[in-house]
């Protein structure tokens, strides 16, 4: 299932990485689930697939959380996979994953690791190792419980996995959701992990989250994730695992904050490092953000030399 929203760019990308490994009409559903984009991507699908992928539209553009939902909710097969429209996936994931899944009839899901593209395919990054060799994870749920870990592209669910534990969590607008989702799957169902690197994840493009990043907006949705993830934890954990999430998620955006000010959108980068703060006043959150306070004091000086 490819949620699509004004992809025309990436959208071709993505359906020839699927089709390159195509298993048939009859084994695998493929669909653009296009959320109302100024330009309807019909014509391109067909020119693409020749009617092996079938397109369907919102009318009217619902957000890509409610677009998640309806893949959920029109995919036909037992697994569903989530490709993003500027994502793709390389030769072997399908094969890998579902062989994973046929031989783990117990575990809710399989993702492998992704490798990170800027906007011109280009690779710039590998997730993080989980373990060094294929199988269930173990403690997973408290690990992806602490902070995103995964992209949806390199992740294959259970249709029956999201039949009973519901779908995206609509009270979450624009970032995060896959997160929570990730995590509540786990506090339900043994994971599988392929370490190889099947899928390919874009980054780079922040159209939908760039009003978020401006005003902090994008680490409360975080912190909200949180909260809702720590009532899946075991009682014993969720304060520890709550605070080691909090911190992480803090660390990260005084580590944006001084990218968003090498930039120049030093308006975003003082809101991200004051939502650090909100997520964590540690000693050692606060240290971090007075080095990157001084960090984005030096750029924004060296910014008005220069003009």
């Given at each position: 299932?490819?949620?699509?929203?004004?992809?025309?760019?990436?959208?071709?990308?993505?359906?020839?990485?699927?089709?390159?490994?195509?298993?048939?009409?009859?084994?695998?559903?493929?669909?653009?689930?296009?959320?109302?984009?100024?330009?309807?991507?019909?014509?391109?699908?067909?020119?693409?697939?020749?009617?092996?992928?079938?397109?369907?539209?919102?009318?009217?553009n619902r957000g890509h959380v409610a677009t998640f939902n309806t893949c959920i909710e029109r995919a036909r097969g037992e697994l569903v996979h989530l490709l993003h429209a500027d994502d793709a996936v390389r030769p072997g994931f399908y094969e890998r994953l579902g062989a994973a899944l046929d031989a783990h009839p117990d575990a809710g899901a399989a993702f492998c690791r992704y490798i990170a593209i800027d906007s011109d395919g280009n690779w710039t990054g590998i997730a993080a190792l989980e373990e060094p060799r294929a199988g269930i994870l173990a403690g997973w749920h408290e690990r992806i419980a602490t902070g995103q870990r995964l992209q949806p592209p390199c992740i294959v669910v259970r249709k029956r996995v999201y039949d009973a534990i519901g779908g995206f969590d609509t009270r979450i607008r624009s970032y995060g959701e896959d997160w929570e989702m990730w995590t509540r799957i786990a506090a339900s169902y043994r994971v599988w992990y392929e370490p190889e690197p099947l899928a390919l994840y874009r980054v780079g493009n922040e159209s939908l989250s760039?009003?978020?990043?401006?005003?902090?907006?994008?680490?409360?949705?975080?912190?909200?994730?949180?909260?809702?993830?720590?009532?899946?934890?075991?009682?014993?954990?969720?304060?520890?695992?709550?605070?080691?999430?909090?911190?992480?998620?803090?660390?990260?955006?005084?580590?944006?904050s001084v990218r968003l000010a090498r930039a120049g959108e030093g308006r975003a980068a003082l809101a991200q490092l004051a939502w650090s703060l909100r997520a964590d006043a540690s000693l050692r959150t606060v240290a971090r953000a007075v080095v990157a306070a001084g960090k984005i004091g030096w750029l924004r000086f060296e910014s008005s030399r220069t003009r």
């Open positions: 299932m490819i949620p699509s929203y004004n992809a025309d760019r990436h959208l071709s990308e993505a359906i020839r990485s699927v089709l390159a490994q195509d298993p048939g009409f009859d084994v695998m559903q493929i669909e653009v689930v296009d959320d109302g984009s100024a330009i309807d991507p019909t014509p391109l699908v067909r020119r693409l697939s020749d009617g092996r992928v079938t397109v369907h539209r919102h009318s009217v760039s009003g978020a990043l401006r005003s902090g907006d994008n680490v409360r949705q975080l912190l909200q994730v949180i909260d809702i993830n720590r009532q899946a934890l075991p009682a014993a954990r969720a304060d520890e695992v709550t605070a080691r999430a909090r911190r992480i998620t803090a660390s990260t955006a005084a580590r944006r």
